[in-house]
């Protein structure tokens, strides 16, 4: 890194750790695996960490969304802010406070109870780059109608000349045990998917495809997590090290173009589990 690049570094970990105030135990010691009431919506194929594939990999719906959720507002939390990232003109920002830390907990919960897996659904990856255990689920619109409301005017309003038209409502969360990373790549771009009218299964948004991705980061240094930061790589060597923030989320460009940000999730270094969640940014389409 450049002298600034290392500035722009630690001013990031600053702002994640201005958000903690006490340190808290670690969410897989705090929170009970809770039964979650759910059904499937999908089984597809799933690739697996060191290669091959497993099938019949479910993706689920949550039977009782409110229920397994809770209360969720769809007002701003106070504090919510966006931040840019320097990255040698890419496009890169952190939005502050873009869920509770009782959501995040309660998400945490939730997945832990419908159960990771070592394979990601319809997902591939070459052997060794996807070190992490995957679970994806579809919203019904109760927690992504909130988020959406809530960062909806903190997001580019516009893309390579695409109005802004909202947020996938699959949710593709990864956990990260102590010596677990992905390795670099560039996120695919991917058209936006709900439940269908039915509520049977998985369909696609018309009229929609994603630009931008979301990580939302679940828990982060305030509750023990060690390293699992996500590292960007820009254009002319810039680098940058995002700390994962509780409730906070990281967004950047995705998919077959030269405005794609490479990254990585580095080593988690410790015994507490990192938990994030990938949303996809939704954008018109011709």
Known sequence: MAQGDIARGFIRVTLCLLLASAPRA????????????????????????????????AVYALSDPKTALGDISHVPISGMSRTDIDIGGQLAFVIKNVVTEKEADRLVSVTEGLGYSPAAPAISTPPGMRMNQALHWVDDDT????????????????????????????????????????????????????????????????????????????????????????????????????????????????????????????????STKKYVARVNVLYSLP
């Open 26 to 57: 670690s969410p897989q010691r705090t929170m009970a695996c809770v039964s979650i009431d759910s059904r499937v919506l999908e089984r597809m194929m799933g690739s697996l960490p060191m290669g091959g594939s497993e099938d019949g990999v």
């Open 143 to 270: 927690l992504i109608g909130a988020i959406w409301d809530r960062i909806r005017p903190l997001l580019p309003q516009e893309l390579d000349g695409k109005k802004l038209v909202g947020l996938s409502r699959r949710l593709n969360h990864y956990r990260y045990e102590e010596g677990d990373r992905f390795r670099q790549h560039i996120d695919g771009d991917w058209p936006g998917y709900r439940i269908s009218d039915d509520g049977t299964s998985m369909v696609t948004c018309s009229g929609a495809h994603s630009k931008l991705s979301m990580l939302l980061y679940l828990n982060g240094p305030q509750d023990g997590v060690l390293g699992g930061d996500t590292r960007l790589f820009g254009r002319g060597g810039v680098t940058v090290d995002v700390t994962p923030c509780k409730g906070s989320a990281l967004f950047f460009r995705h998919g077959f173009s030269e405005d794609s940000v490479m990254h990585e999730g580095t080593v988690v270094t410790g």
